[in-house]
């Protein structure tokens, strides 16, 4: 094992006891130590814990890179793999359905799937699995409707998307490499059949005006057409996009959907309050829950100069894990950060909790996520207000994803 310097104390997060409940290791690192170093996944990183340190890096590009990716292994630059322009621009293409617009024009097709999937879990309760009969497809759903997937196929995205997340954080590079093919498979079959119909219409350059009128109005759709820094996407960008697209807004959405139940109902009490006055309550109980239980616990930067945090100084090429989930755990900038309270302010805390990451990198599908559990929310509120827990909770794989992988309620209807 590397010589570490002094203050930092090795770090991993698949031990065990971390697994178990990553949060009073926080704790531990907050009180004591605020950087670690990890070797145990067979790829070396730093750990940030602490919640200015986390903050300043996100926020400080020129330093923390995101060019060779979100995870411990280096990849390669590509597409939201990047920094400066060639980030911003990339990102721009995709973000604009998710504008206010967009998500407001999505909403009514949501609180109706949203609806569909609550009349079929009540005909099959009263007790269900939330995860898997609720939480897991309204996300996959959405994801499917805005890359223009449509029928089936995204059962076997939802499988590949989680597969990828499980793998992605170094638990095997070789099956992560595995499932990366067939998404990519996946993915050339829609953008080939695009391609196909712009032949068939006559043209041989795709533009940005074919959006919507020659071809669906969809992800895809702008991957095929869209201009990007005087040129088009070519394959590898295409897929990265829609590979980002649809691995970032799956279980993270899920994790925030049952995570928010599990905590409303595990005491009956703030289920009460909620229902009390759900449009005060709802949208404080999302970000209690994004901070309190945030579904992407870190994310990943690499130095690339020379760089002091926490005290320690570190090379360049070195990687670098944001805890954003300890970070809104730390005294230093949340009062009484382990209680989960109703009582705190909504807005406040969207603008200082950091499950969303933020700086350049941050999250674009935030807006996203925001209104399909507020819709959900309010569902639940007026259809199941006599809900309650049906037994243990499991916790989602890996040590990234923070979330229920099994939630078995009582409909009490
Ligand atoms: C509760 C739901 C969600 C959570 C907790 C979440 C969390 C995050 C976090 C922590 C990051 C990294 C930010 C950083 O490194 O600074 C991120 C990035 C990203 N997320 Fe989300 N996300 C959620 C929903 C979504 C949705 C619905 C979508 C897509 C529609 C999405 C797409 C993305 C993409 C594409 C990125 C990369 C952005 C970039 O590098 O510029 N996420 N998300």
Not at 39 to 46: D, K, Q, V
Not at 385 to 397: D, F, I, K
Request: net charge negative; aromatic share 10%.
């Amino acid at each position: 094992m590397t010589d570490l310097p002094p203050g930092v104390l090795p770090y991993d997060p698949m031990a065990k006891e971390v697994i178990d409940d990553p949060f009073a290791e926080y704790r531990r690192r907050q009180s004591g130590c605020p950087i670690g170093h990890s070797e145990t996944l067979g790829m070396p990183f730093w750990a940030l814990f602490g919640y200015d340190d986390v903050r300043s890096a996100m926020l400080d590009p020129k330093a923390f890179s995101s060019r060779y990716g979100p995870t411990p292994v280096f990849q390669k630059s590509i597409g939201f793999f990047a920094d400066g322009k060639e980030h911003t621009h990339f990102r721009a293409i995709f973000r604009k359905r998710l504008s206010p617009e967009g998500i407001a024009a999505l909403q009514p097709r949501v609180a109706e799937l949203a609806r569909r999937l609550l009349d079929d879990m009540i005909a099959k309760g009263p007790v269900v699995d939330l995860h898997d009969d609720f939480a897991l497809p309204l996300p996959v759903h959405v994801i499917s409707w805005l890359l223009g997937i449509q029928g089936d196929d995204f059962v076997t995205l939802k499988h590949w998307s989680d597969e990828l997340m499980e793998n992605a954080f170094g638990k095997s590079n070789e099956r992560f490499l595995k499932v990366y093919a067939g998404i990519c498979a996946f993915f050339d079959q829609h953008l080939d059949a695009r391609y196909d119909m712009l032949t068939a219409a006559g043209i041989e350059e795709a533009l940005p005006e074919h959006v919507g009128s020659v071809l669906p109005d969809d992800w895809i759709s702008d991957a095929v057409c869209a201009d990007y820094l005087g040129r088009k996407l070519n394959r590898d960008e295409q897929r990265m996009a829609l590979m980002g697209l649809l691995v970032g807004g799956n279980e993270t959405t899920t994790s925030l959907i049952t995570n928010l139940m599990w905590r409303l109902l595990e005491e009956p009490s703030r289920w009460e309050q909620v229902r009390s006055d759900p449009d005060r309550f709802i949208p404080v109980a999302i970000e209690e829950s994004l901070r309190f239980d945030s579904p992407a616990q870190a994310m990943f930067r690499t130095t690339l100069c020379p760089v002091e945090v926490a005290g320690v100084e570190i090379g360049p090429k070195q990687k670098l894990m944001l805890n954003f989930a300890a970070a809104n755990r730390d005294p230093a900038a949340f009062d009484d950060p382990d209680s989960f309270r109703l009582d705190r302010d909504a807005r406040d805390l969207s603008r200082r909790h950091l499950a969303f990451g933020g700086g350049p990198h941050g999250c674009p599908g935030a807006p996203l996520s925001r209104m399909e559990v507020a819709v959900v929310m309010q569902l639940f509120v007026k259809h199941l207000p006599a809900a309650t827990l049906a037994g243990p909770s499991e916790r989602s794989v890996g040590y990234n994803m923070w979330g229920r992988s099994s939630l078995p309620i009582n409909l009490g209807c």
